[in-house]
């Protein structure tokens, strides 16, 4: 099932169960459980109000083809602000626990423009990262990712930076901030680059902004990504990431803690 296609069933029912296609290890993929949970969200404020920022706890894996339940409720709603919290509960425990900030436009006096994308190289001069049936996470059969900044994971290298060019593989409908959400979290963590030999990691946690009036974006767009290390050590990577659009604007702000099992 495609991306597209997952949202459409998430929205008929409270209950969705995750397709295998769509793995990483033992776990779905974080970036597709979040976007479908955080569309949810999404649709319960008032007057479309847009989502400034989320946090995300990865409490434990959501598993494929075992039934998965949906829970959003609004916890308050003022004038400008709607705070929301989203659950996605497998065998009775909460695998994935959120809380959202959903607002809308205020007056202000000051404005500053986001920072603007560093210099990256054509997308056909990018090497991808193919999917290969039993070696990459299942999920890389949905999501184009070519390099950029920094090393594949694995290779041994020296970097704090890591991005590239990203997008579904499929193209979208429509591109809304819950397919950004899942873009964002496709890339692994920066801190593999410097392994030579394979090792499992997972998130732990995730806190992303998503900037508003976001840029117009096209559903067929590369959006860029980049990321940095800003320290790792003792099983564990903290780094930040922003999203640009193709024309260098700014979209999104990312922190992540990821686990790292070598």
């Given at each position: 099932m495609t991306?597209?296609?997952?949202i459409?069933a998430?929205r008929a029912?409270?209950?969705l ?15 597709l ?6 569309d949810?969200?999404?649709r319960?404020?008032?007057d479309?109000?847009p989502v400034?920022s989320?946090h ?9 083809e075992?039934?998965?339940t949906?829970?959003?409720q609004?916890l308050?709603?003022g ?6 919290e989203?659950r996605?509960?497998?065998?009775e ?6 809380i959202?900030?959903?607002a809308?436009?205020?007056e202000?006096?000051?404005r500053?423009?986001?920072?603007s994308?560093?210099e990256?190289?054509p997308v056909?001069?990018?090497q991808a990262?193919p999917?290969?049936?039993?070696v ?6 949905h ?11 694995f ?31 496709a890339w692994?963590a ?15 946690s995730?806190?992303?902004d998503?900037i508003?009036?976001r840029p117009?974006?096209k ?6 990504y980049?990321a940095?290390i ?13 999203v640009w659009?193709?024309r260098?604007e ?7 803690t990821?686990?790292?099992?070598g």
């Open positions: 991306f597209d296609e997952l459409t998430g029912s409270n209950e169960m995750m397709p295998a296609s769509w793995a990483q290890g033992r776990a779905t993929f974080g970036g459980v979040t976007g479908l949970l955080f949810r969200m999404e319960i404020v008032t479309a109000r400034r989320m995300v706890s990865f409490v434990g894996p959501v598993e494929a075992v039934p998965a949906f829970d959003v609004i308050r709603e004038r400008s602000v709607s705070q929301v989203g996605i509960i497998q065998n425990e909460p695998r994935v626990v959120c959202a900030a959903f809308g436009d205020r202000s006096a000051v500053i423009d986001g920072v994308a560093p990256i190289k056909d001069q990018c990262l999917y290969i049936e039993g990459t996470p299942g999920f890389i059969g999501i184009d990712m070519r390099w950029a900044y920094g090393s594949m994971p290779t041994g290298g020296s970097g704090r930076e890591m991005g590239g060019w990203m997008r579904f593989r499929k193209t979208p409908e429509v591109m809304t901030d819950a397919h950004i959400v899942a873009l964002i979290d692994p920066p801190v593999l680059q410097h392994f030579k030999s394979r090792v499992p990691a997972s998130s732990l995730w806190a992303f998503i508003h009036p117009a974006l559903a067929d767009d590369w959006l860029v980049k940095t800003e320290q790792a050590g003792d099983g564990y990577c903290h780094f930040n990431a922003q659009s193709p260098g700014l979209l999104a702000i990312s922190r992540q990821a686990t790292v099992f």
